[in-house]
């Protein structure tokens, strides 16, 4: 995302209705991957991983499960996975994916998105050479979370899995690898017993530019409707 735009998102949640906005959205992802691949979190990885995801956000149990029962509905929509790509305020770049029932909203809203922040979409593929696509696993590491995780110990054992990098501070490990070796090093991490706060695939810029803070608050608004529209699961940008 940009660590820039990160710090006023954390700001912002305490007084945004950040569940009422995120639950939504996890229950969407659990939905879809309960559809797609059958409602067995045990055999169906796509699933674990959502759930996974959906329990670090301090879901519900009783949510998870009815998202899991949806799948299972005759009425049950049939979502679209759609990536947008734009340039924001500043020339900043942005990718948007989306999960939709109905195309042309989703056209409609995120090119309105764009145009309002004094941006526009660009073609599909303009931006895909200058963004990383990575599986992103981020751990946390306390005296109730993977006590004694041996860090040296584990990069040597996940590097036949896919491991490019991990990132380390006082009590959160960050493991990144390419978004094609996403389910090696899931099922890798499972079988060690490590409990992973959040499993995502991630595009990051390979060439992140330096902005202002004032340029980053203009850019804010975009991202704040991005974030608030039903059918954006994940934004990234170019921000460093």
Not at 78 to 100: M, N, Q, R, S
Not at 107 to 132: C, H, Q, R, W
Request: charged share 30%; with cysteine; net charge negative.
């Amino acid at each position: 995302m940009g660590r820039a735009f990160e710090y006023r998102r954390a700001a912002k949640e305490k007084r945004w209705g950040h569940m009422s906005r995120v639950f939504p959205k996890l229950a969407k992802a659990i939905t879809i991957a309960a559809k797609d691949g059958g409602p067995d979190p045990e055999t169906n990885a796509k699933l674990r991983t959502a759930i996974q995801n959906a329990k670090a956000q301090n879901m519900p149990k009783d949510n998870i499960s009815a998202a899991i029962k949806r799948a299972d509905g005759k009425d049950v929509a049939d979502f679209a996975e759609v990536i947008f790509e734009g340039k924001g305020p500043h020339g900043v770049l942005v990718f948007v994916e989306c999960a939709t029932d109905n195309n042309n909203r989703s056209v409609a809203n995120i090119k309105s998105y764009f145009s309002k922040s004094g941006g526009s979409l660009v073609p599909t593929g303009s931006l895909e050479f200058m963004f990383d696509r990575k599986a992103v696993f981020e751990i946390e590491v306390n005296e109730e979370l993977n006590t004694g995780l041996d860090i040296e110990e584990l990069e040597f054992e996940l590097i036949d899995a896919g491991l490019e990098e991990i990132d380390q501070d006082e009590e959160t490990v960050v493991i990144f690898g390419d978004y094609t070796n996403f389910g090696n090093l899931s099922e890798a991490l499972e079988a060690k017993g490590i409990e992973v706060k959040s499993a995502t695939l991630k595009r990051i810029s390979n060439n992140p530019q330096e902005f202002t803070d004032d340029q980053v608050d203009e850019m804010a608004k975009l991202f704040d409707k991005l974030d608030e529209d039903d059918d954006v699961q994940a934004f990234f940008n170019n921000i460093a």
